[in-house]
């Protein structure tokens, strides 16, 4: 359901958002903490990426060689074993030190720190994300660029976690949280909340504000008990871009 006008503002009053800070003892290990959890190299983590692989294999199951995509959040390139090989990939990913070492760099194109980076006039077929959106601190500028970097006929493409839903909590509880308490008696929850500053709902309600198709799909039992959404959203709103890019001085 699209937000009315006045939840919208509400919402877009929250952007451009600041995370909160972490602890001292959290950030001394958050590199080799994100590091490995991305990895998998944790028995938690392993377990994540085996749940996650249903995000990658909803995004991907449009994808053909013929199509041109761009990535947001790339990261690390683990959606590249589930995409056809060949064709132009493009990817965002500020932190080049997760996918330059990568084998799978051969297949990229062309690699952006930011999404503004990506030449004007450009356009893909698909634009695409696996567990990037929930990061983003001006979630509506990015959305908003783009939605200008669509092909006619293109889809806007995004898997993320539940954020803000009850089994999406209890499930990182009694895993990797669990598993970083035993580890380093430490509390995953402030870490989850200086990386995850956009809920889901935030996400949903402004992909319907800027798109005129969008579709969801869950993994799991509708919004609380699932663990993941995926989201298609075609017929970008160009107006609404351009206001929300004005609007953010982008």
């Known amino acids: 359901m699209k937000a009315t006008t006045s939840e919208l503002e509400v919402r877009l009053a929250r952007f451009p958002k600041t ?18 959890n991305r990895a998998g190299e944790t028995t938690a983590a392993s377990l994540a990426q085996r749940l996650e692989a249903w995000m990658h294999r909803q995004v991907a199951a449009d994808a053909s060689p013929a199509k041109a995509t761009l990535e947001l959040g790339a990261g690390n390139l683990n959606q590249l074993p589930f995409e056809p090989e060949g064709g132009a990939y493009d990817i965002v990913e500020p ?53 200008r970097l669509l092909a006619p006929g293109g889809a806007f493409r995004a898997a993320i976690p ?20 035993l580890r380093h008696g430490l509390d995953y929850g402030l870490l989850m909340a200086h990386e995850h500053v956009n809920d889901a709902a935030e ?7 800027l798109f005129e198709d969008v579709r969801v799909r869950s993994f799991g039992v509708g ?24 609007r953010f001085g982008a």
């Open 95 to 147: 932190f080049a030190e997760l996918y330059q070492d990568s084998p799978r760099l051969a297949r990229v194109r062309a690699v952006y720190a930011d999404v503004a980076e990506v030449p004007v006039g450009a356009q893909y077929d698909r634009i695409t994300s696996v567990a990037c959106l929930e990061h983003i601190c001006d979630l509506p500028v990015a959305l908003a660029r783009s939605a």
């Open 162 to 181: 539940s954020e803000g839903g009850l089994l999406w909590k209890l499930g990182w509880s009694l895993t990797t949280g669990l598993e970083f308490r």
């Open 19 to 36: 995370r909160p800070p972490l602890p001292r003892e959290i950030q001394e290990i958050y590199a080799r903490q994100y590091a490995e």
């Open 223 to 246: 919004r609380q008990l699932s663990l993941y959404r995926f989201i298609e959203a075609r017929g970008p709103r160009l107006e609404v871009a351009e206001a929300w890019l004005t």
């Open 203 to 209: 996400i949903e309600a402004l992909t319907r504000a």
